[in-house]
C-alpha cells in the first residue's frame, strides 16, 4: 500500500525547487483556437475525467464556477482564480486527528514556532511560515502525517498542505486538505500542475492557503478544487486514492471567459 502511495504522490503532486518555485507533475492543456495574450480573471475550459457526474457535484459547491456535464467523461468549467467554496464548517475541520495530530510534540514543536506566540496574524503568513519550515521540498515521500512532516521537514504538496492544516487548527481556525488542480501562467508559459492545498475558515468563509506555492512569480494561479481529503482516521489512505480518481487527465480549450 505505501508504495502504491508513493506512486500516486509522484504522479500529481512531485516536485523539486528550483529558484525556490515547485515544479509539479504537469496536466496535458491546450489553448482554444482562439484564445491569444494574457489570462483575464476568469477563464474557462473543458477538462476529461474519469466520472463526470462525481466531479460535477463536488464543483457545484463553489460560487463563481459554473460546471456543466459535456459527457460522461468531459466537463465544461468557468472560474475565477480563487472560487470560494459553500461548504459549512464541520467538527472535522478543527479536531486532532490521526492525519492532523496536534499533540504530538514534533507538532507543538512546530507550532509554537509561529509568531512566537503572538495572536496577530494575516493567513498567508501561514503559509510563509510553513514555506520556510520545510527545507526539502522532495517527492520522495508517502503522504505523511504532521508529526512526520514536522519531524522530516521534506515532502511534497501534500505534506506542505498537511502542515499548513495543522497550524491553522493549532491557532484554532478550522482547517482542511484539498486536493485539485492549480492552472499557473508565468512569463514564459501557462501549465496545469496536480496540486493540494490548505483552506482555513476565517471571517465566515474559506480561504486558500498554498504554502507549497507561496513566492512563486505565477502571475495568475487558477485553483480547481475536485476534493475535501474528508477522512482523516488511520484509513486516510483510501480516502487519498479517491480523491486523487477525481483530478482531470486533461484541460483544453481554455480561453477567456466570454462575458
Same mark, same amino acid.
Request: aromatic share 8%; proline share 2%.
Given at each position: 500500500?505505501?508504495?502504491?502511495?508513493?506512486?500516486?504522490?509522484?504522479?500529481?503532486?512531485?516536485?523539486?525547487?528550483?529558484?525556490?518555485?515547485?515544479?509539479?507533475?504537469?496536466?496535458?492543456?491546450?489553448?482554444?483556437?482562439?484564445?491569444?495574450?494574457?489570462?483575464?480573471?476568469?477563464?474557462?475550459?473543458?477538462?476529461?475525467?474519469?466520472?463526470?457526474?462525481?466531479?460535477?457535484?463536488?464543483?457545484?459547491?463553489?460560487?463563481?464556477?459554473?460546471?456543466?456535464?459535456?459527457?460522461?467523461?468531459?466537463?465544461?468549467?468557468?472560474?475565477?482564480?480563487?472560487?470560494?467554496?459553500?461548504?459549512?464548517?464541520?467538527?472535522?475541520?478543527?479536531?486532532?486527528?490521526?492525519?492532523?495530530?496536534?499533540?504530538?510534540?514534533? $507538532? %507543538?514543536?512546530? /507550532?509554537?514556532? !509561529?509568531?512566537?506566540?503572538?495572536?496577530?496574524?494575516?493567513?498567508?503568513?501561514?503559509?510563509?511560515? #510553513?514555506?520556510?519550515?520545510?527545507?526539502?521540498?522532495?517527492?520522495?515521500?508517502?503522504?505523511?502525517?504532521?508529526?512526520?512532516?514536522?519531524?522530516?521537514?521534506?515532502?511534497?504538496?501534500?505534506?506542505?498542505?498537511?502542515?499548513?492544516?495543522?497550524?491553522?487548527?493549532?491557532?484554532?481556525?478550522?482547517?482542511?486538505?484539498?486536493?485539485?488542480?492549480?492552472?499557473?501562467? $508565468? %512569463?514564459?508559459? /501557462?501549465?496545469? !500542475?496536480?496540486?493540494?492545498?490548505?483552506?482555513?475558515?476565517?471571517?465566515?468563509?474559506?480561504?486558500? #492557503?498554498?504554502?507549497?506555492?507561496?513566492?512563486?512569480?505565477?502571475?495568475?494561479?487558477?485553483?480547481?478544487?475536485?476534493?475535501?481529503?474528508?477522512?482523516?482516521?488511520?484509513?486516510?489512505?483510501?480516502?487519498?486514492?479517491?480523491?486523487?480518481?477525481?483530478?482531470?487527465?486533461?484541460?483544453?480549450?481554455?480561453?477567456?471567459?466570454?462575458?
Amino acid at each position: 500500500m505505501r508504495r502504491w502511495l508513493a506512486v500516486l504522490g509522484l504522479v500529481w503532486c512531485s516536485y523539486t525547487h528550483s529558484e525556490g518555485a515547485p515544479t509539479m507533475a504537469q496536466i496535458d492543456l491546450a489553448f482554444a483556437s482562439q484564445h491569444s495574450g494574457a489570462l483575464a480573471d476568469q477563464i474557462s475550459f473543458e477538462m476529461s475525467v474519469s466520472n463526470a457526474n462525481k466531479v460535477v457535484e463536488q464543483l457545484a459547491k463553489w460560487h463563481r464556477l459554473t460546471v456543466a456535464k459535456i459527457d460522461d467523461k468531459s466537463l465544461l468549467v468557468s472560474m475565477p482564480e480563487q472560487p470560494v467554496s459553500s461548504d459549512k464548517v464541520v467538527a472535522r475541520h478543527s479536531s486532532e486527528t490521526f492525519v492532523i495530530d496536534l499533540s504530538e510534540a514534533s $507538532t %507543538q514543536d512546530f /507550532t509554537s514556532g !509561529f509568531k512566537n506566540g503572538e495572536t496577530s496574524f494575516e493567513l498567508v503568513e501561514i503559509a510563509e511560515y #510553513v514555506r520556510g519550515y520545510i527545507t526539502d521540498s522532495t517527492y520522495v515521500h508517502d503522504f505523511n502525517i504532521a508529526s512526520r512532516v514536522a519531524t522530516q521537514r521534506s515532502g511534497d504538496c501534500t505534506e506542505h498542505a498537511v502542515l499548513s492544516t495543522a497550524l491553522a487548527r493549532s491557532l484554532g481556525l478550522p482547517a482542511r486538505v484539498m486536493v485539485g488542480a492549480v492552472i499557473m501562467e $508565468t %512569463q514564459e508559459e /501557462t501549465a496545469a !500542475f496536480g496540486h493540494a492545498w490548505s483552506e482555513v475558515w476565517r471571517d465566515d468563509r474559506w480561504h486558500i #492557503v498554498d504554502s507549497a506555492l507561496y513566492g512563486s512569480e505565477a502571475k495568475k494561479h487558477f485553483y480547481l478544487p475536485t476534493a475535501e481529503l474528508t477522512k482523516e482516521t488511520t484509513g486516510y489512505s483510501w480516502a487519498l486514492i479517491n480523491t486523487t480518481s477525481m483530478l482531470p487527465h486533461k484541460i483544453s480549450n481554455l480561453q477567456n471567459l466570454k462575458l
